[in-house]
């Protein structure tokens, strides 16, 4: 390419049509730079040519990209191009004129907020660039102007190119081996370099081609000259090879300006990486940093705390909000900046990734606030479309609407550019308005189909208005549907931005931000990161998070001022805490409120799967049942309602339920095909009831062939009188149609019907008498039942809140909580004996009246009832007792069927993709809890499933490549709808010999008789509760195991107080040193001594089997409660098993027993052989003590843990006070019940005892 000459011999003409040359202004590397005048708008710009000799094709091609990049760009803090022409073969551009001075003459350095200001504006003219595609690649101070006013601009694009142009072939820069300094003089004269060797990026220079983080290392260059005076490479040694100088890494800004911010020093560093992919990400992404950094200078974070809840669960963030709003700022500045340059933002992403937060806690506030700046004060108009989008802006428009004249309404239906025209007289030259259109989707789900088009018009002229800006939000799967609407649709593209799903970093503050505010910490940082991991590891995680994080405010330890990780444990987890919680509601609802529940929601939801607002007429909220619903799913926040022109609508609370809750979906899948015509015989209810269910509204016969299928639980209880009305109508119809026919066989039966009549009206009145009777009792049993249900929920409650204080603390809780379970117990006693008492008056009503299907069918109601009581107070005798009295009295087999009603399971798991296994536990008669044949469900997600087996025990099984097996038993009800959420642990995340045991809930205590309960076991009644995840090891440690731990334990001294011993006077154990550095145990059983060095067996000679055994493997003993935690900190500290640590009770009994309450690990029975305790050897004297670990594996767990009952008792950290020491499971010594897994024993932390060792439990791998 031909080089300007240094006088050309080239003179422009004086006038280049209508602009006339003034004087000259300056060179650049491209072009001379005129001043000029406008003739016909009578102003001044700036005028620049090309000065090549001869400029060629590849010049001019090149001036006319730099016209067209600078063209594209509509920024205050960028150059504003007028016009593209050319004069005698030579292209010119024409611009505006700025008064004021570059940066490269400004005296520096600067004053450090000055630098900041400046930053911001250059940032921020920066990304409009960068947003359509520019790069400048010569920023420097003499291409950046500060105006007269103070407004900083970018300039000569000369050097920029668009991204999608062609690339530049890599630079061969001459005298790269030599010093800098020659080299430097060759480059700055190099045609094919494009920007200023001294603010060029490190890749720049080695002629790679440059990209937007190119332009943040030259901007970050700027700004260090600035600040400290010179640039970044100024400050290096000339003499440095070309190389060494060009990646050098800049000394940090604040070595050489100690006045200004470490935080802004921080930022310009960071432009100023060697490596492209530690600089910013983008010139956005710098902008938010900075307008941050200048709102934390100027003034303190504003907005008051929120009384009440700081987390919004399922709705979202509103202006009043704002203070408890965290983790979205970088994102809230990235719209503002692109609401300073552009009409029209549109706001979109996932559903639940909190659009609509981030506008109205995050940008709307900032706003009103004057952060669009331009010299107005904008108001702000709001609206959701809804559906009757028109008359939602018309009437938002009102409050600013003049008095008289056409109202706003009236002008949308029929011009649009007039409401455009007159709203725009309502504003004063120094205001704006913003119009935020929330949930445009619902022009398409909710919406009047006539009225899309003109209200996307609306918003296209008002977007057109100088002092208007405009934001929508609209989901991410409802975007391309935008392109169909007129005008909207050409804008859609450039408006569009992307709300991406928090990071780890912005949802960690999105936790701990609101807590913080109100002085409240959480209990540990794992806990925190488990919170943040579920936020950014799944589609939707937003509101789910939110949704957890305002349960767990609730749950809240007052006295500690934090959030317990245990309240997450309690919820079962982020993953399932919304659909456990909305099962909870809807379980808790009677009978008639469950079904209306059940056919209101879908209708909540649209054909597109979104959610749908309906008015309570639509929904039939005049039927108590209804309205009981609507009322309890408000309260539990899975529905909310508005009041909307005088009428109260319903909504779904946020579409994760629409996602997350399995029952829903089921709903929603079982009606399948039928949906639409639910929706139809609902609409045709609704309008019978409008004509005061006159006749001829009722559906005839062909219509109600269409219905067969539909669920009848789904419809509403207007849509079922409906139906059933339309059936009789039907019925009756062919009634009249044959009564001729049967006029007179009917007249012949009533004479014959009156001999039996009195008969009749006789046995009636018996079983009239014996059901008044029933009724009366069974009333006065239902009411003790619902008591007992009250009182057994609160003493399991106070049980579950035993533990954790002194022992005094404790025994008080303790007696509290027995004393409610003492009441719980009496009234399930009455309940019961009322109940009997009404069964047997209408059993004698039976007797009466065998064939009185009704009195069956009350009796058989009854009984279920018992069943429920049986159930809920675990008498398994009673429920057995009642299953076979109802299968006696159901004839038709409906309540029998009812109580096997199928559970339905909904499983994910992370990764997801994991093959999923079903097993059922089925008791035989021995009483041993065996697995079914098992069968595949295939691979997660699986949603919805229904498990035809009924209710019962499983054991779900879990396998993913380069993943641990992952086992969880679960105890399911009939019915029961169970969310689950099943981490897998990469393989090497959990120790050799250790088992992964997921969060989940269990059954704890005892069922057994109350006086063997608290006398003999010490146990807490049986009841459900929850553990967290954790690690728990196969089997008890070892002699060998704890070897390893004298050996390498220091100093020896500690060793020598941890060697196992207890006294051998009678039963004993020592581990001993020999003087040859072998080690030798000493078993004292009664009277037989048995021993043996490291590496012989023990021989006990009283055994038939299992005689001879390798002692290392036997299970360490005669350690104290001290010795094992020291060893449970060797464990840590060595990295051999990272946070080793005592079980908790509940954890050993929920890897002892899964999730059902069985008394043994594999069921209800124990032989001989299952496991070592007194019976195994015959209890003969020469024949007791312990066994290898594993060596019975017919009593392994559900989780496949070993021994853990008999061999050796286990020390674990009591559920009961502090200062207790529990031990579980028995030992080899020892009969069947003290073996029981229910069974507690306390000990002294010094007690040392030949039958008590340890099991390992450690705290599970992070996500």
């Not at 506030?365 to 018309?394: C, K, M, N, S, T």
């Not at 059901?771 to 579950?800: D, I, P, S, W, Y």
């Not at 008080?812 to 009496?826: P, T, Y």
């Not at 038939?1104 to 001290?1122: K, N, Y």
């Amino acid at each position: 390419m031909p080089r300007p000459l240094p006088k050309p011999g080239w003179s422009p003409p004086e006038t280049m049509g209508e602009y006339r040359l003034l004087r000259l202004l300056g060179r650049g590397g491209m072009g001379q730079v005129y001043l000029a005048e406008d003739t016909l708008l009578e102003r001044t710009v700036a005028l620049k040519l090309i000065a090549s000799v001869r400029p060629d094709e590849a010049a001019r091609k090149r001036f006319h990209a730099e016209a067209r990049a600078i063209a594209r760009l509509s920024h205050p803090n960028v150059v504003t191009v007028h016009r593209v022409g050319e004069v005698e073969g030579r292209p010119y551009l024409v611009t505006e004129f700025i008064r004021g001075q570059t940066l490269g003459e400004l005296s520096r350095p600067l004053a450090p907020e000055r630098v900041l200001s400046i930053a911001l504006g250059l940032a921020r003219g920066l990304a409009a660039a960068h947003r359509q595609g520019v790069l400048h690649r010569d920023i420097k101070p003499a291409n950046a102007m500060l105006t007269e006013e103070g407004e900083v601009k970018l300039l000569d694009f000369g050097l920029a190119k668009l991204l999608e142009g062609p690339r530049m072939a890599p630079l061969e820069a001459p005298g790269r081996a030599g010093p800098v300094a020659p080299a430097l003089r060759e480059l700055s004269d190099a045609e094919d370099l494009m920007g200023t060797p001294l603010y060029m990026a490190p890749e720049a220079l080695r002629g790679e081609p440059s990209t937007r983080r190119s332009d943040l290392y030259s901007l970050g260059a700027v700004l260090y000259e600035l600040c400290a005076g010179m640039a970044p490479r100024q400050w290096l040694d000339e003499q440095l090879p070309f190389e060494a100088w060009a990646s050098a890494v800049a000394p940090p800004l604040l070595e050489r300006a100690k006045d200004v911010d470490p935080r802004f020093a921080a930022l310009v560093d960071r432009c100023l990486q060697t490596e492209p992919e530690r600089r910013f990400a983008s010139a956005d992404e710098l902008c938010t940093a900075l307008a941050g950094l200048q709102r934390e200078l100027e003034s303190p974070p504003g907005g008051e705390l929120p009384e009440g809840n700081p987390y919004r669960g399922l709705r979202p963030f509103e202006a009043e909000h704002r203070a408890c709003f965290f983790g979205r700022s970088q994102e809230v500045e990235a719209v503002l900046e692109r609401l300073r340059a552009e009409p029209l933002v549109l706001v979109t992403g996932d559903s639940g990734v909190g659009k609509s937060s981030l506008c109205r806690a995050g940008v709307l506030p900032r706003v009103a606030e004057g952060a669009l700046g331009q010299g107005r004060h904008y108001r702000v108009l709001g609206l959701i479309p809804g559906a009757h989008p028109l008359a939602a802006l018309a009437s938002a428009a009102e409050p600013l609407w003049e008095k008289g004249g056409a109202q706003p309404g009236a002008l949308l239906g029929t011009e649009p550019r007039a409401f455009v025209r007159e709203l725009s007289r309502t504003l004063g030259r120094a205001e704006g308005l913003l119009v935020f259109v929330d949930q445009l989707e619902e022009l398409f789900t909710i919406g009047a189909p006539e009225e899309a088009a003109p209200f996307a018009e609306a918003l296209v002229r008002l977007a057109e208005l100088p002092c208007v800006r405009v934001l929508l939000t609209v989901r991410g799967d409802f975007f391309t549907r935008l392109a169909s609407l007129p005008g909207l649709g050409e804008q859609v593209a450039r408006a569009l931005y992307l709300l991406r799903p928090l990071s780890a970093e912005a949802a960690r503050a999105a936790i701990t931000g609101p807590a913080q505010g109100q002085g409240i910490h959480f209990e540990s940082e794992a806990l925190v990161s488990t919170l943040a991991a579920s936020a950014v590891s799944s589609a939707g995680g937003l509101p789910l998070l939110q949704f957890t994080m305002a349960e767990l405010w609730e749950a809240r330890d007052e006295a500690r001022r934090c959030i317990p990780a245990s309240a997450l444990e309690a919820l079962g987890g982020v993953d399932g805490a919304l659909s456990r919680h909305a099962d909870r509601v809807l379980a808790g609802l009677p009978p008639l409120q469950r079904r209306a529940a059940r056919a209101l929601l879908p209708r909540l939801v649209s054909p597109e799967g979104t959610g749908a607002r309906r008015t309570g007429t639509e929904l039939d909220a005049g039927e108590p049942a209804t309205q009981g619903a609507l009322d309890a799913l408000v309260k539990g926040r899975l529905v909310v309602a508005r009041e909307t022109d005088g009428e109260t609508t319903y909504e779904v609370a946020h579409e994760a339920l629409l996602r997350g809750w399995g029952t829903l979906r089921s709903w929603l899948a079982t009606e399948g095909e039928k949906r639409p015509v639910r929706e139809r015989l609902e609409a045709a209810a609704a309008e019978w009831t409008r004509l005061e269910r006159a006749r001829e509204a009722l559906w005839s016969e062909r219509l109600l062939q269409e219905t067969q299928g539909v669920d009848r639980d789904a419809l509403s209880p207007r849509g079922t009188e409906f139906l059933d009305a339309s059936h009789s109508a039907t019925r009756r119809k062919r009634w009249r149609q044959r009564a001729l026919l049967m006029a007179v066989p009917l007249v012949l039966v009533a004479v014959l019907g009156g001999v039996r009549l009195h008969a009749q009206w006789t046995r009636a009145q018996k079983v009239a008498g014996y059901e008044a009777q029933a009724t009366g009792l069974a009333a006065r049993g239902l009411a003790r039942k619902q008591a007992a249900e009250a009182l057994r929920q609160k003493a399991h409650g106070l049980f579950e809140a035993v533990g954790g204080g002194t022992v005094e603390e404790t025994a008080a809780r303790r007696e509290a909580a027995e004393r409610a379970w003492e009441e719980a117990l009496a009234a399930r006693q009455e309940a019961d004996d009322a109940l009997d008492e009404a069964g047997q008056s209408l059993e004698a009503a039976l007797v009466v009246d065998l064939s009185n299907e009704r009195i069956r069918g009350r009796l058989v109601d009854l009984l279920v009832e018992r069943l429920e009581l049986a159930e809920a107070f675990h008498q398994p005798e009673r429920q057995r007792e009642m299953a076979r009295r109802i299968q006696a009295y159901d004839s038709g087999g409906e309540r029998q069927q009812r109580l096997q009603a199928p559970p339905t399971l909904t499983l994910t798991s992370s990764p997801s993709g994991a093959e999923v296994v079903l097993e059922r536990y089925v008791e035989d008669a021995k009483g041993t809890r065996a697995l079914t044949v098992s069968r595949r469900l295939g691979r997660t997600p699986l949603e919805g499933l229904k498990l035809p087996e009924g209710p019962g025990s499983y054991r779900l099984t879990v396998h993913a490549p380069g993943r641990v097996e992952v086992r969880a038993p679960v105890l399911l009800s009939r019915g029961e709808p169970l969310s689950l959420h099943l981490a897998l642990p990469e393989r090497g995340a959990v120790p050799e010999g250790f088992v992964y045991v997921p969060p989940g809930r269990f059954l704890v205590g005892s069922a057994d008789p109350e006086d063997m309960r608290r006398g003999l076991l010490n146990a807490q009644p049986l009841h459900e509760s929850r553990t967290g995840a954790f690690l728990v090891a196969r089997t008890e440690v070892t002699f060998g195991e704890w070897l390893a731990f004298l050996r390498d334990a220091a100093p020896p001294g500690a060793a020598q107080g941890h060697r196992p011993y207890s006294d051998l006077r009678q039963w004993g154990v020592a581990l001993t040193p020999s003087a040859t550095g072998r080690w030798r145990l000493r078993l004292q059983l009664n009277k037989h001594a048995l021993e043996a060095n490291e590496g012989e067996p023990l021989r006990f000679e009283g055994r038939a089997v299992r005689r001879e055994q390798d002692w290392a493997r036997l299970p360490v003993s005669g350690i104290s409660f001290e010795d094992a935690r020291a060893y449970l900190a060797w464990l840590d500290r060595t990295g051999r098993v990272p946070g080793a640590r005592f079980c908790h009770e509940r954890e050993w009994e929920r890897a002892a027993r899964g999730a059902d309450g069985r008394a043994f690990p594999h069921g209800n029975r124990l032989e001989a052989e299952d496991a070592n305790f007194d019976q195994t050897y015959g209890r003969k004297t020469d024949a007791f003590g312990p066994d290898e670990v594993g060596s019975h594996p017919a009593s392994a767990s559900p989780f496949g843990l070993l021994d853990m009952t008999g061999n050796v008792y286990e020390f674990t950290q009591s559920m009961g006070a502090r200062e207790e020491i529990a031990i579980r499971g028995g030992s080899w010594y020892f009969d069947r019940v003290s073996v029981l897994v229910a069974n507690r024993t306390f000990v002294e932390p010094r007690t040392r005892d030949i039958g008590t060792g340890m099991r390992v439990c450690a705290d599970a791998p992070g996500p």
